[in-house]
């Protein structure tokens, strides 16, 4: 088992859980009963884990990292940048970089590749990056 998550609080761990057991993955939450006894101590002790095979450790990952990627894009509205290629204003936002960085953490437990903000065209399908100053 791989640890994908953690979290302070086991239902946190369970609402995670549940959206990876829809997906289809065998997600196991660990030290949960420690934690419900000695609550107090969850951070100490680096929180509720949550855990899932390590064949879909990949997958798992992605299915978190899309959870907080639409709470940013509800924290940040609809003000995406507009699409260089075709214009177009229907563009979600994108991140790059989040495979090699996922690798890094796997080999080397270090998320040495930084993963940039950009946006994806939802008309032409066109990925790019965000510039750094977006001032449109
Ligand atoms: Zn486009």
């Given at each position: 088992?791989?640890?994908?998550?953690?979290?302070?609080?086991?239902?946190?761990?369970?609402?995670?859980?549940?959206?990876?057991?829809?997906?289809?993955?065998?997600?196991?939450?660990?030290?949960?009963?420690?934690?419900?006894?000695?609550?107090?101590?969850?951070?100490?002790?680096?929180?509720?884990?949550?855990?899932?095979?390590?064949?879909?450790?990949?997958?798992?990952?992605?299915?978190?990292?899309?959870?907080?990627?639409?709470?940013?894009?509800?924290?940040?509205?609809?003000?995406?940048?507009?699409?260089?290629?075709?214009?177009?204003?229907?563009?979600?936002?994108y991140?790059?970089?989040?495979?090699?960085?996922?690798?890094?953490?796997?080999?080397?437990?270090?998320?040495?590749?930084?993963?940039?903000?950009g946006i994806k065209?939802?008309?032409?399908?066109?990925c790019?990056?965000?510039?750094?100053?977006?001032?449109?």
């Amino acid at each position: 088992m791989v640890t994908v998550a953690r979290y302070s609080f086991p239902y946190e761990a369970h609402i995670a859980r549940a959206k990876l057991e829809c997906a289809g993955l065998d997600p196991f939450v660990a030290d949960e009963h420690t934690i419900n006894m000695q609550w107090l101590y969850s951070n100490a002790m680096g929180g509720v884990r949550l855990q899932v095979p390590e064949a879909q450790a990949e997958t798992a990952l992605e299915i978190l990292a899309e959870e907080s990627e639409s709470a940013l894009v509800e924290e940040q509205g609809c003000d995406t940048a507009p699409c260089p290629a075709c214009h177009s204003h229907n563009t979600e936002y994108y991140q790059f970089g989040r495979r090699w960085t996922f690798l890094s953490i796997m080999l080397l437990d270090l998320p040495i590749f930084p993963i940039h903000d950009g946006i994806k065209c939802r008309d032409c399908g066109l990925c790019s990056k965000t510039p750094a100053n977006t001032s449109q």
